[in-house]
């Protein structure tokens, strides 16, 4: 879970609602109540298109017929980003792993059996997936899931949305998957990383303008017979991978790319997953091991109080 607030600076509007299965805030520190009416509106539209277990949704149907034809251009650049991800880390990123994600219920605590995950593999494949401006195509039973992407995906639409409305400070805050618009004349945001064995924060990430995502273990999870069980699967085999990590935190000037990444790099594990964002612009990590060391990435810098910040005042 991230945290967030504005060193120095009052609240001025804010709207908190329940979307993309989580609770979600906006606040503006400037700007008017109709452009918050707008971004609540358009978080609503967007996260209501994307979500795979809401009939409605323009994921569902894609998944339950297999084509669709002229498809909303947000679907279409959701998922060429999708596909351009799972290329480059050659499937380790996959936005078809839904027979996967589809047999785990992580309320009802059940395992899924063997045999279960070896059908699933056979429809899990990002090459089963076509697109273009005119027509989706999902081959050989392949279904969608966009949990690894789509809030990212929304946030940059939300920033780009309340700045083109004449915005210069905001925050948004989809489930603590964070994006901070600009900054308050100078001052600067505090965004607080969870300690994964614990709810206090750990340690806190000073920045601006940016966007704040991690995935760990501890967001969706359960112990069964002395096993920890969470959501971020491996794409080959669906289970959860089991590496020395037990959370990434992505920071990154694009809240889609810091969405992908914070689950990319967990399942790239420690040594990879530093390489990965080291060799990236504008992007910088924080990986928690499981006995709560940080290991940052080579552009972030950390102060006694456990205040992560970026050098030089900016990201590379």
Known sequence: MLTSSL???????????????????????????ETLDGAVALCNSLCNMMDANLPSS?????????????????IVDVLNTSLKYAELSQGVFDPTVRPFTALWDFKSQSVPKK?????????????????????????SGAQLELGAIAKGYVAKQLNDYLKAQGVTSAIINLGGNVTLVGDDDGEIFSVGIQNPTGQE????VLAEDCSVVTSG???????????????????KTGMPVNNLLSSVTIISKSATDADILSTLC????????????DSLPQTEAVFIDKSNTLHLTKGLEINLKNQISIKNNGLN
């Open 7 to 33: 060193i120095g600076c009052e609240q001025k509007l804010s709207r908190t609602f329940f979307a993309a299965d989580t609770v979600c805030t906006i606040t503006l520190y400037d700007g008017k109540e």
């Open 58 to 74: 323009t994921i569902y149907k894609l998944n339950n017929s297999g084509a669709l034809e002229n498809p909303d251009p947000h």
């Open 115 to 139: 045999e279960e995950l070896l059908t699933a593999a056979n429809l899990v494949g990002y090459k089963k997936l076509s697109v273009t401006a005119e027509k989706i195509s999902l081959k």
């Open 201 to 204: 924060v750990i340690a806190t």
């Open 217 to 235: 273990t501890y967001q969706r999870s359960f112990e069964k017979d002395g096993v920890l069980y969470h959501h971020l699967l491996d794409s």
């Open 266 to 277: 967990f399942l790239l594990g420690l040594e990879e997953g530093i390489k990965y964002v």
